[in-house]
């Protein structure tokens, strides 16, 4: 018998993946992926970045821990990944293993 304990994230029923955003992206697709997720406008999310990082400065690095931290979504076809989104993937990988 399989519990949802066992089932990986993305297969079980009801249970979306976090992701960033493979198309609705500024820089890293991370606030597209909160929106994506939540169902809040992209626009607030960035505008949340803009102030946690004005008011006390976290914005940046919560930004870059998310960029690394969470998988991208495919991108559009036909479409590159950036150096820097290249150098993200490297990043997770070294950081989380190479499970993904």
Do not use: K
Not at 32 to 48: F, K, N, P
Request: one cysteine or more.
């Amino acid at each position: 018998m399989t519990t949802t304990a066992e089932i990986p994230p993305q297969q079980q029923p009801g249970v979306r993946p976090f992701l960033r955003s493979g198309t609705d992206r500024m820089a890293g697709g991370v606030c597209g992926g909160l929106a994506e997720y939540t169902g809040v406008d992209a626009t607030l999310w960035r505008l949340g970045a803009v102030l946690v990082t004005l008011t006390g400065g976290a914005g940046v690095p919560v930004y870059l821990l998310l960029w690394v931290a969470l998988p991208s979504a495919p991108l559009p076809e036909g479409v590159r990944p950036s150096l820097l989104e290249e150098w993200a993937q490297r990043l997770r990988s070294a950081v989380l293993g190479r499970r993904r």
